[in-house]
Structures are given as structure tokens and as C-alpha cells.
């Protein structure tokens, strides 16, 4: 006689999700904490780190760095397990860069792109990188076309 063996099939369980819940969560908070270093001035040792980085890497820019950790963390939550990225999101970053890179030019006279006080108040060292190609590649002849 041959025996049949049943098999149980469970319910996904809760901590599948639980884990996309607290990266969802972290994000936001990761956010929150960006968004507050750039606005307060005193945050602490960690507050001060992070919004003085971002102030010297994007320079004015640094203000839109907190709407993609909430975009990516509202995300998370309401369920997308995979992100993908398009080709329209390429496209945003390089758009985002070479403005960084329009405003360093247009706040800077002359080649001092990397005067820290000049990156701080313009774009940035990205964006001051992204100037100093510009007018290093094309110089005079910039302003054609």
C-alpha cells in the first residue's frame, strides 16, 4: 500500500514584509535627518557632517537631496520591492548635474571653480567639476551655439 504524504503550504510570512517596511522607514528618516542638517545649524557632530558634505558636494543643490530618500522610502512602504531605474531617471540625474555645473559657471567669475566659499555658494564640487570641463574644453568658444 502506498502512502501519500500532504503537503502544508504556509502563509508568507509577516517578516518578508517587514523588512521592506523598515528600509521604507529608514529612508524617510534618512530624509528627515538630511533635510534637517541643511536647515538647522546646529545638529550635532553627525547633522553638521552630513550637512556640510552635501553643502560642499552640490553646493546649492544639496536641497534636492532629500526628496529622492523620500520618494524611494514612500516607495518602499507602499509596497515596491523592486526599483527600477529608467532611463528618465539617468536622464533627471545628468539634467541635475549639468545644472549644478550652468550655476557654478554662471556665480564664478573667472577660473577659481574650486575656491571652497565659491563651491559652497554655487554648485557645488560636482559642479564645479562639470565647469571647469566646460570651460576647459571649449573655452571662448562656450558661449556659440
Do not use: N
Request: proline content about 4%.
Amino acid at each position: 500500500m502506498r502512502q501519500t504524504r500532504t503537503v502544508r503550504r504556509t502563509k508568507p510570512s509577516d517578516s518578508d514584509h517587514r523588512w521592506t517596511d523598515v528600509a521604507g522607514v529608514l529612508l524617510l528618516a534618512a530624509a528627515v535627518i538630511v533635510l534637517l542638517s541643511l536647515l538647522m545649524p546646529d545638529t550635532g557632530v553627525l547633522g553638521t557632517l552630513i550637512g556640510s558634505s552635501l553643502r560642499m558636494l552640490l553646493g546649492q543643490g544639496a536641497w534636492v537631496a532629500p526628496v529622492p530618500l523620500a520618494i524611494l522610502g514612500l516607495a518602499t512602504l507602499l509596497g515596491k520591492r523592486k526599483l527600477k531605474v529608467s532611463m528618465l531617471t539617468w536622464g533627471l540625474v545628468c539634467l541635475f548635474i549639468a545644472t549644478l555645473g550652468f550655476v557654478a559657471m554662471g556665480l564664478t567669475k573667472g577660473p577659481d571653480f574650486f575656491d571652497p566659499e565659491v563651491a559652497e555658494l554655487a554648485g557645488g564640487y560636482v559642479g564645479a567639476s562639470i565647469a571647469w570641463a566646460f570651460r576647459t574644453l571649449l573655452g571662448g568658444a562656450m558661449g556659440v551655439g
